[in-house]
């Protein structure tokens, strides 16, 4: 005989913990990177949408030399990255109180209504964060269009991060959508390997663990379209030292993306912590989408923000971009192309928070599993005369070392 669920929020308790365990699951990419500590917002009694708490990042510093350090003490500049609270999602069903009142009759619910609402929850979820991830990494390799994920391609994209000082912790990323995961698996087929990785290809069609990558499969990785932008390009007016806007001369009406990457003459990365100039241009990418006005790109925005020497150790190019210095857009104008990724777990941070709990209601209950909040509340609605329960989420997402993450166009 089953047992009764003895009182309303004793069931309000159970479901929002099971549908914060299914969210957790189901959201691949999420479970793969950095969730902000419940330190920042546990004193918090509930946030609301639009809210924002800051992150820092690490301070660096520079090696001096010599015992006199009278002139070499450095000030410790953190840098702070805003994480804006400012999307809630949810789902809502109708919900008798007989459908929970049993522990068999919460089971059988769950299973037919919590786990599919929780796994569309948890698409739509992922698939607004990799937008953002496509639209705040700047670091690209391969050749666009490309179809072909080889170990090179893949070595390329360890490369630039190791260059960028990624962690070396064994926490690398790849994800691919299904064809770029086929072209991987068919690349590598007769490559020397773990039997245990081979087996993997082999018997299940994915790779496990190759290049220095976790590789993960992904088929809500987004398409990016670039902006209309074609023809010559150049900085307008050199920008001032820490600015992340700048203004370009470009051609008629033609548009510039959120999402589009593109690299400046002359303008190169340097070393994050030695500041010795490489020999690979800085790659930034646009932050909003700009039209130009009479050729005119007025305040494109951009990242990462422009750090010359000047600005010590927030260096991150060799120099300030130089008025009429050729700007050059990564891909074709107008054209398509899915942005795979390779990411260390570090380059971003997803918090989901507590919600405010409103008195009077029916059933509430919140509960936090794996760093993800769900808030569950269940009432009456006179106009309709049903019973309606809603299943909460609010959460925000930066991207805390972009460096640290690279977009592979295919």
Known sequence: MPNNIQTVKAAGTI???????????????????????????????GYNPGDTININKPARFKMNSGADITAQIQDVVEEKVPLVLNRQRNVAVNLSSAEIAT?????????????????????????????????SVYNTTGTPGSTLYDTDLMLSNREKLMKNLVPSDNELKALLESSAMRSAVNARKGLFQSS??????????????????????????????????TGAITVTGAPTEGASTINLTGTGTQTLVVGDVFTIANVFQVHPITKVVTNQLQQFVVRANNTAAAGAYTAVQVSPAFYSATSLTLQNISALPAPGAAVTLVGAASTGYTNNVTFHKSAFRFASVPLVKPDGLDMI???????????????????TDKMVMRLDVLYGFAAVRPEWATRIFS
């Open 196 to 229: 245990e990785e081979i087996s993997k290809q082999y018997k299940r069609g994915y790779m496990g663990e190759s290049d220095g990558y976790t590789f993960l499969e992904n088929n809500l990785l987004p398409v990016h379209t670039r902006g209309t932008a």
């Open 15 to 45: 479901i929002s913990k099971m549908a914060a365990k299914m969210l957790a699951d189901n959201m691949q990419f999420i479970k793969s990177i950095d969730k902000e500590s419940d330190e920042s917002f546990s004193q918090v009694n």
């Open 365 to 383: 209950a919140q509960e936090t599993v794996d760093g993800i909040t769900v808030r569950v509340i269940r009432d009456y609605l006179p106009l």
């Open 103 to 135: 522990d068999l009759g919460l089971k059988s619910w769950a299973k037919r209504i919590l786990e599919p609402a929780m796994s569309g929850l948890a698409q739509g979820i992922e698939s607004e964060v990799l937008q953002d991830v496509k639209n």
